[in-house]
Structure formats: structure tokens, C-alpha cells
């Protein structure tokens, strides 16, 4: 007797209005694509636009982008890569917890840092002379996967990672996207603490006591009374928050990493070269149009526009080298 039995689109989609709260963001009742295609067989629209992106070649360059330390020595230390992938197991673990559509937590969570430039936040200070206004990886991740590597997704999973920073006003339309935006803080201010404990920059001693009495042992412990603090608060409210004490203990950590780990004088002059290095990059490309890569001259947009997205795209050790080859070619 044949034990398995197929559960193709349809049925996932049945599953959806039977089993998720009635917040959730339905797969069948997706605002859809820009350009329309026909539905897969067996993935709803959101798991293929997870599919999509996990495939895509700017999340396999997340691997050689760095969170905090610049080209780092270690194998231990965070990337874009793994903080993406702990920032989608926390928001699988948040969907699941309150009913809301995983499958489109994993999409955003997923594609949400592949407009990240090299060398973590001190890239975006670098790029945002050459735009109005402030330069942002969500903007350029929305840009990566219309533009650049287009791949059809949907307007649900467009508009998480368009809003998944603080920054952005609105915030996202979706409690699948709202998700994101916990799950991204909690995932970096845990890991950023971690591997700064790893390089000695600070120890586990010298951690805040509120810290300590509101988040408990540092690591896991860490992660699981942030994500029960989002889930006891959301099931109270009706929308997607965190517990007000918790969340003003978080707000009272990440003032200390910017304190003792991210403005530290060590970190300033790592951050100084790397918004050089990627000023050198832009300026020598805007008057060397021809040395970029063809992909990035077959558009008909501003010269601006295509230098920054080549700078965006590198990885903090091919930014390296190109910059060598240019500036200390011998």
C-alpha cells in the first residue's frame, strides 16, 4: 500500500484558509506579479518566489559580504549569509507561532540583504553621496531582483523587502514583512554580541546588567525570550510587536554595541577605509565607464545608476582586489 500521497498547489492553498489566522497573508489572494505567469503545479506563488531567490546569484555573494568585521580572517565570524539564513529560521519560527503565511517570512527573510554592499552599513554611508536623499540596501534589493537579476517576484514579497529597515515609511503592508523587520534585529544585535565576545572586544562580564536580567544567559537564550516576547505581545495586540520592556531593552543593547563595538576607534578606522575603497570604486568607474562589466552598460539609465549597482554587487574581497589592480597594480 502506497503510504504517500502528493499535495500539489491547490491543496497547500486549502491548508492556508483552514489552518492560518485570519491575519495572515494568503497565498491565493497574492496582489501577483508584474508580469503574469502561469501557477506552479505544486508551490504556492510564495514558496516558488522563495525558490527563486534562494537560487538567484546575488544570495550565493552573501557568503563573502560581511555584518561588522571587514574581510575577516576567521571562519566563525557572520556574514551576510549566515545572519540571513539565522534571520529566516526566527522568522519561520515567528510565522509558525502566530499562523502567518511561512512561506512568504522565508521569501522576504531570504532576499532582504542582497542589495547589502561590501563591507556591512559603512558601504551605504559610502554610496549615498552619489543619490538624493540616503542610499539603502533595501532599495537595492528590490532594484537586484526587478532590475538586475529580474525574477517576476510577487508584489507581497517585493514590498517586505522594500520595508524590512526601521528606516522605510511605510512600513510593510503585510504581517509577514512586519515579521522581518523583529527577526533581522533580534538575528544581528545576538550575533554581532557573539562575535564580538569571540574577537575580545568585550566579554560576557562586561555586558550590560539590564541586558542580562531582561535577555538571560547570552546566545540562544538570547534569541528564544526575544521571540517570545513578539509572540506573547502579537497574540495580545492583534499585530505583529514586541513586548514594550523588551523591546526598550533591545533599543538599550544596540546602544551599547554602537558604544563598545561598532563606533569603537578600531571600527572607525576600519569603517574610514571601506567608504574610501568604495568611493575610489565609484569614482574611477564614472570616469572609466568602459572597465565595468558589459552586463552593467546594456541599460539605458544614468552612468550613476550602473556604476553603483557593479560597487553594490562586489563582495568585500573582490572589492579588495579590484581595488589593488586599479590603485597598486604592481
Not at 538570547?222 to 509572540?231: D, E, F, L, Q, T
Request: aromatic share 8%; proline share 6%; charged share 30%.
Amino acid at each position: 500500500m502506497n503510504e504517500l500521497h502528493g499535495v500539489g498547489r491547490e491543496k497547500r492553498e486549502e491548508r492556508e484558509r483552514e489552518l492560518l489566522s485570519p491575519a495572515a497573508t494568503l497565498s491565493s489572494e497574492s496582489r501577483g506579479r508584474e508580469r503574469s505567469e502561469e501557477p506552479d503545479a505544486f508551490r504556492t506563488c510564495f514558496e516558488r518566489d522563495r525558490d527563486r531567490i534562494l537560487y538567484s546569484k546575488a544570495f550565493r555573494r552573501l557568503k563573502h559580504k560581511t555584518q561588522v568585521f571587514i574581510n575577516p580572517e576567521g571562519d566563525h565570524v557572520v556574514t551576510r549569509l549566515t545572519h540571513t539564513l539565522q534571520v529566516a529560521q526566527i522568522g519561520r519560527a515567528l510565522a509558525l507561532a502566530l499562523g502567518l503565511n511561512e512561506p512568504l517570512v522565508e521569501a522576504v527573510c531570504l532576499g532582504h540583504e542582497v542589495g547589502h554592499p561590501p563591507f556591512g552599513h559603512n558601504g551605504e554611508l559610502a554610496l549615498s553621496p552619489y543619490v538624493d536623499g540616503e542610499w539603502l540596501h533595501s532599495e537595492q534589493s528590490v532594484r537586484v531582483f526587478e532590475v538586475l537579476e529580474p525574477l517576476n517576484l510577487t508584489w507581497e514579497v517585493i514590498d517586505g523587502i522594500r520595508a524590512h529597515t526601521w528606516k522605510v515609511d511605510p512600513p510593510p503592508a503585510t504581517p509577514e514583512g512586519m515579521i522581518l523587520r523583529f527577526a533581522d534585529r533580534i538575528a544581528y544585535l545576538v550575533h554581532d554580541m557573539q562575535d564580538a565576545i569571540r574577537a575580545e572586544i568585550v566579554s560576557e562580564k562586561g555586558l550590560p546588567s539590564e541586558s542580562l536580567e531582561a535577555f538571560g544567559k547570552p546566545g540562544g537564550e538570547w534569541v528564544s525570550r526575544m521571540i517570545r516576547a513578539v509572540i506573547d505581545e502579537s497574540l495580545e495586540k492583534g499585530v505583529v510587536a514586541m513586548r514594550p520592556e523588551m523591546m526598550a531593552a533591545m533599543h538599550g543593547f544596540r546602544e551599547f554595541m554602537y558604544e563598545r563595538v561598532y563606533l569603537r576607534p578600531e571600527s572607525r578606522k576600519q569603517a574610514d577605509k571601506a567608504v574610501r575603497i568604495l568611493r575610489d570604486l565609484v569614482d574611477h568607474f564614472l570616469e572609466n565607464p568602459d572597465e565595468m562589466p558589459e552586463s552593467y552598460r546594456q541599460r539605458d539609465e544614468p552612468l550613476v545608476n550602473q556604476v553603483i549597482d557593479v560597487v553594490a554587487g562586489m563582495t568585500d574581497r573582490y572589492a579588495l582586489r579590484i581595488h589593488d589592480q586599479i590603485y597598486r597594480p604592481f
